[in-house]
C-alpha cells in the first residue's frame, strides 16, 4: 500500500533564505507524485508534479522537487523565501494503478518572515 | 472556463436538517472527489467518482451521500447534519489519478 509522510507539520523561515519541505513516499509502483498549496480560506493549487519524467520538475512561482527513487523522497524547495509564500503545503502521491489512489500528506505550513 | 464550481461557499444549518454541496466541473474530467478538511487533520477523502454512475467510498463516509448521473457534476448530501461535520468541505476533479487534481474554493459548513 502507498503512503506519504510529510516529516515537518511547521517550518518558519526568514525572507529571502531558502526554503526545504521534506517529503517520503511509499509506493509498490513508479508513482506521480505532486505538491499542492493552500494559502489562508482558499481551495488547493497543484504547484507541480512528477510523472516518470525529468527527475528534477520545477512548478509555478518559483518552486522546485526532486524526485529521489533511492532515498523514496519528493522535497520541495525554493532559493529564496517571499512573504507570499507563506500558505500550507501538502505532497501526495497516486500509484496510478487505475481507479482511485490518490493519498495526501497531513500538510506543513510555512512561515515567512520579516 | 470555470473550473471547480462549489456552492454554496458558506451555510449554517441546525442538527438534523439535510443539505446538498454542489459541485460542478466544465473539462470533461471523469474523477471526481470530495474531501473534508477540519484544523490539524489534513485532508479526509469522503467519496469519490471515477466516472458517470459510478461511486464509492473515501476514509470518512459515514453521514454523506453521493450520486453521479452526469459527469459534470457530483453532489454531496448530508442526510441529518450533526456538530461533527462542522468543516470546510472540497470538491476536486481530474481528467486521470495520475494528471493531478483542479480544486473548487471550497464551502465553509457550521452545523449548531
Known amino acids: 500500500a502507498q503512503s506519504v509522510t510529510q516529516l515537518d507539520s511547521h517550518v518558519s523561515v526568514s525572507e529571502g533564505t531558502p526554503v526545504l519541505l521534506r517529503c517520503n513516499y511509499s509506493?509498490?509502483?513508479?508513482?506521480?507524485l505532486f505538491w499542492y498549496v493552500q494559502h489562508p480560506n482558499k481551495g488547493l493549487q497543484l504547484l507541480l508534479k512528477?510523472?516518470?519524467?525529468?527527475?528534477l520538475v520545477k512548478g509555478i512561482n518559483g518552486f522546485e522537487a526532486e524526485f529521489k527513487k533511492s532515498e523514496t523522497s519528493f522535497h520541495l524547495t525554493k532559493p529564496s523565501a517571499h512573504m507570499s509564500d507563506a500558505a500550507e503545503y501538502f505532497c501526495v502521491v497516486s500509484e496510478g494503478t487505475g481507479g482511485f489512489k490518490t493519498i495526501f500528506g497531513a500538510g506543513t505550513r510555512l512561515f515567512v518572515k520579516a | 472556463n470555470a473550473g471547480v464550481t462549489q456552492t454554496p461557499k458558506f451555510q449554517v444549518l441546525k442538527t438534523g436538517q439535510s443539505m446538498t454541496l454542489q459541485c460542478a466541473q466544465d473539462?470533461?474530467?471523469?474523477?471526481m472527489s470530495w474531501y473534508r478538511q477540519d484544523p490539524g487533520m489534513g485532508l479526509r477523502l469522503i467519496h469519490y467518482s471515477v466516472g458517470a454512475g459510478i461511486t464509492d467510498q473515501g476514509e470518512v463516509p459515514n453521514g454523506y451521500n453521493v450520486s453521479r448521473s452526469t459527469t459534470e457534476d457530483f453532489p454531496l448530501r448530508l442526510l441529518s447534519a450533526a456538530p461533527s461535520q462542522t468543516s470546510v468541505y472540497f470538491c476536486?476533479?481530474?481528467?486521470?489519478?495520475?494528471?493531478?487534481?483542479?480544486f473548487g474554493s471550497g464551502t465553509r459548513l457550521t452545523v449548531v
Open positions: 509506493s509498490s509502483y513508479s508513482p506521480s
Open positions: 512528477y510523472t516518470s519524467a525529468a527527475t
Open positions: 476536486a476533479s481530474s481528467r486521470q489519478d495520475t494528471y493531478g487534481y483542479t
Open positions: 473539462m470533461n474530467h471523469e474523477y
